[in-house]
């Protein structure tokens, strides 16, 4: 039987989530000794182009490895590389491993605070941008359940490639069209800003 790649997506969704019920950290912990070149021994990573998984809730990071896997709505040369061989279960069990490592923190220049503020914390009406915590809270700390990831001490490089890949649709593995709508009108200048302020936010 030919399974098309939407329907194969889902499938894997859907498994990452049952077997999220009973996600083992010290299982993740183990298989996450590939991950530590790229995200850090601590899920915090040293290089600014690479995002920190520490603290990253559970359901959202396996979420992300498994539409790695399917290739459908986020693709990445290296991640498809490192999923391949991952079950379901690994996938929820690195997430339960990276929930529970402390995030390192982030910088937020002067220069960029007062326009990332002000995008985070009331959009820009002008152009019709949302305020970010509508969604991501005023800490950045997310929501696990509607799945909406945690920002605070993320790395600014990383946010600012996300956002321009979801205004660009690149990126398409957000939940009805979220991100996609909500970054559309960003200027080059606001993503920077917010990705930057989002990195300090504590």
């Not at 605070?152 to 649709?169: D, E, M, P």
């Not at 996609?180 to 800003?193: F, M, N, Q, T, V």
């Amino acid at each position: 039987m030919k399974t098309y790649p939407v329907v194969a997506a889902l499938i894997m969704l859907v498994g990452a989530q049952t077997a999220a019920l009973a996600a083992d950290p010290q299982a993740g912990k183990d298989k996450a000794q590939t991950c530590a070149a790229c995200h850090g021994a601590d899920g915090n990573s040293a290089n600014p182009e690479w995002p920190n998984l520490a603290g990253q809730h559970a359901s959202y990071v396996s979420k992300q490895l498994a539409d790695f896997k399917a290739g459908q709505m986020r693709t990445d040369p290296v991640m498809a590389g490192q999923v391949a061989a991952l079950s379901p279960e690994d996938m929820a069990n690195l997430g339960a491993y990276f929930a529970t490592l402390t995030p390192s923190g982030g910088f937020v220049s002067e220069e960029r605070l007062p326009l990332g503020e002000r995008i985070y914390r009331g959009g820009n009406q002008d152009t019709g941008v949302p305020a970010c915590l509508a969604c991501h809270g005023p800490n950045g700390a997310g929501d696990p359940m509607a799945g909406v990831p945690a920002l605070s001490g993320q790395r600014a490089n990383y946010t600012a490639k996300q956002l321009r890949a979801f205004r660009s649709s690149t990126r398409s593995n957000d939940r009805k069209r979220t991100m996609r709508d909500a970054s559309r009108w960003l200027s080059d200048e606001e993503i920077l800003a917010v990705a930057e302020y989002t990195a300090g936010l504590h």
